[in-house]
T-cell receptor
């Protein structure tokens, strides 16, 4: 079974530029998450989708971050314009749906460096 | 809201020694608790989970954790460390409908 796919793995941009990350979840997984992991910290949830609807985006900086999940499958996270403090690893995860299994399947992440 | 605190951002043990990684939780309701592991340049992987059944939970790679309500703790242990255990470990709590909230992480180093 294929895992969660993310691209690009690495991206370096200058501040005020824009960047987009792509995620393809495990087939059949209804729930998709984007987490931000700053160096030395635990992952922080940015946005959670159930199919193509947003369940939680309370910690998404909506003035610069946006995310969509068209057709309830893959998803794109965009940052525009980027700030220095956006340097982090952006992790995508998916799960089979609502429930208490707690098992999220993570991709390898997209590492963003903002200069 | 539920949260977890990991004590010690970095733990170093000798190969073959006991591994103990500490996690304390804060929750007004019975919590669902998890340990995840992150190897270098990889995503997170579930080690084990507590979902209000047995208080002693066994996970992959010889790890286990014990839920202690009186101490609000869910510490992760392994009797004998192996070099391959070097990684970052995250404690997490389930908040609401399948939203995982992670601790700050503990980096485990194994000395030969």
């Amino acid at each position: 079974e294929a895992g969660v796919a993310q691209s690009p793995r690495y991206k370096i941009i200058e501040k005020r530029q824009s960047v987009a990350f792509w995620c393809n979840p495990i087939s059949g997984h209804a729930t998709l998450y984007w987490y931000q992991q700053i160096l030395g910290q635990g992952p922080k949830l940015l946005i959670q989708f159930q199919n193509n609807g947003v369940v939680d985006d309370s910690q998404l900086p909506k003035d610069r971050f946006s995310a969509e999940r068209l057709k309830g499958v893959d998803s794109t996270l965009k940052i525009q314009p980027a700030k220095l403090e956006d340097s982090a690893v952006y992790l995508c995860a998916s799960s089979q749906g609502l429930g208490r299994s707690g098992e999220l399947f993570f991709g390898e992440g997209s590492r963003l460096t903002v200069l | 809201a539920q949260s977890v605190t990991q004590l010690g951002s970095h733990v170093s043990v000798s190969e073959g020694a006991l591994v103990l990684l500490r996690c304390n939780y804060s929750s007004s309701v019975p919590p669902y608790l998890f340990w995840y592991v992150q190897y270098p340049n990889q995503g997170l992987q579930l080690l084990l989970k507590y979902t209000s059944a047995a208080t002693l939970v066994k996970g992959i790679n010889g790890f286990e954790a014990e839920f202690k309500k009186s101490e609000t703790s869910f510490h992760l242990t392994k009797p004998s460390a192996h070099m391959s255990d070097a990684a970052e470990y995250f404690c997490a709590v389930l908040q609401g409908a399948q939203k995982l909230v992670f601790g700050q992480g503990t980096r485990l180093t194994i000395n030969p």
